[in-house]
């Protein structure tokens, strides 16, 4: 899984990839480190869907760009096109993958 750093970074990431999910997280967030493995297994198990890690203190821009006030946050875009935002609740990010 790749880490984005940059709100240019996240830009490109949203516009290469048809469908993209973002999940902005903190080193320091316990419910980040939480959910940190059922991420990682979605991300295997959702063919055609790129996900990325944007950490909020490296990549503060990207986080004012989209809002972001607590974390873990999951937004799910769909043609560049946000269509989802998820805050601490990855099992409605899992239901509109579906």
Do not use: H, Q
């Amino acid at each position: 899984m790749t880490s984005l750093s940059s709100l240019s970074a996240v830009k490109k990431a949203i516009k290469s990839n048809p469908k993209v999910v973002l999940e902005f997280y903190a080193t320091w967030c316990g419910a980040c480190d939480a959910m940190k493995p059922e991420y990682s297994k979605l991300n295997k198990k959702t063919p055609g869907v790129r996900f990325y890690k944007v950490d909020v203190d490296k990549a503060t821009e990207a986080t004012d760009e989209y809002d972001v006030n607590a974390m873990p946050t999951f937004i799910y875009f769909k043609n560049g096109k946000k269509v989802g935002t998820y805050v601490g609740d990855i099992d409605s990010l899992k239901k509109a993958l579906k």
